[in-house]
């Protein structure tokens, strides 16, 4: 574990929106299904790209030989599967680096922990009007996340592309804390999910890596800039509730994340860089 994240409470009910698939078999003392064939079910909540897809490679090479049977729990959105989580309804997810994953155990109260880094989608620039970082006008318009766990990471991506600077500041920078913005660009707040749709309407925007490749943008070949992978801290973990933390199943789930065949598997299938194995 790369640390622990305690705090006293966990969130009230709230809706959740979710698509997944049906288990059966028995329950094991700790509340948890057993399939037919005796492998203990885990419920892990993802986004639907790469995160369901890895997931989904583990469940139909790896998970039987290892005594595992995922049931793999599709989302959309960023904030439902922290609360699925911590209100029982997930055993895992699998959709967040450690610093989004830090922000919302702060502000939200989850007692969460998490293991190391499985993968890293770069995050890039992308535009529908210019081809390259020196075509953007000046004036122009710029969508950035409003994800506080993400926002610094966005306006890092912008001062390598030299359209600013940022002031120096104790903690993550927000918009709050550009400092030069030489081409007077407007910088836009968008959730993240939305980023992809308002690249009709801005000259450019900062998008998520999972929330490109379910557009069908290639980061490695679409993006106007994109985030290196080298010492990358935002490596995607598996997190779990503090107090399964050493749960035998779990454990075994992400090792098997860590595994040479699911490393295969992402350079295999994300050949361009697209998605990067953190380990």
């Given amino acids: 574990m790369k640390r622990t994240l305690r705090t006293a409470a966990v969130l009230s009910a709230a809706a959740l929106v979710m698509a997944g698939c049906s288990g059966g ?42 005594g595992i049977e995922l049931q793999i729990r599709e989302f959309t959105d960023y904030v439902l599967p922290n609360t699925a989580l911590a209100e029982g309804e997930l ?27 499985v993968h890293i989608e770069p995050y890039g620039l992308y535009s529908e009007s210019v081809e390259s970082v020196e075509d953007i006008p000046v004036g122009g318009t710029i969508a950035i996340t409003n994800d506080p766990g993400n926002q610094s990471r966005a306006l890092d991506l912008l001062v390598e592309a030299g359209l600013i600077t940022l002031a120096e500041t104790d903690g993550d920078a927000t918009l709050l804390d550009v400092e030069e913005n030489p081409k007077d660009l407007e ?30 943008l290639s980061p490695a070949e679409d993006a106007i800039l994109l985030e290196s992978g080298v010492d990358n801290p935002y490596a995607n973990v598996l997190a779990v509730r503090s107090q399964d933390a050493q749960d035998e199943a779990l454990v075994t789930l992400d090792e098997l994340l860590h595994s040479d065949e699911v490393k295969a598997f992402i350079e295999e299938r994300w050949p361009s860089g697209e998605v990067l194995p953190a380990f």
């Fill in 25 to 66: 078999g028995d329950v094991e003392p700790d509340g948890r299904a057993t399939a037919e064939d005796g492998a203990t079910v885990l419920v892990v909540g993802a986004s639907p790209v790469p995160h369901a897809e890895i997931l989904q490679f583990v469940q139909d090479e790896l998970a039987a030989d290892a």
């Fill in 91 to 117: 055993d895992a997810n699998y959709f967040q680096h450690v610093p989004y994953l830090e922000a919302q155990v702060e502000e939200q109260g989850f007692d969460f922990d998490h293991f190391e880094g």
């Fill in 187 to 216: 910088l836009i707040e968008t959730a993240p999910e939305q980023l992809v749709v308002s690249l009709q309407d801005v000259d450019a925007a900062v998008v998520n890596g999972n929330f490109a490749l379910e557009a069908g």
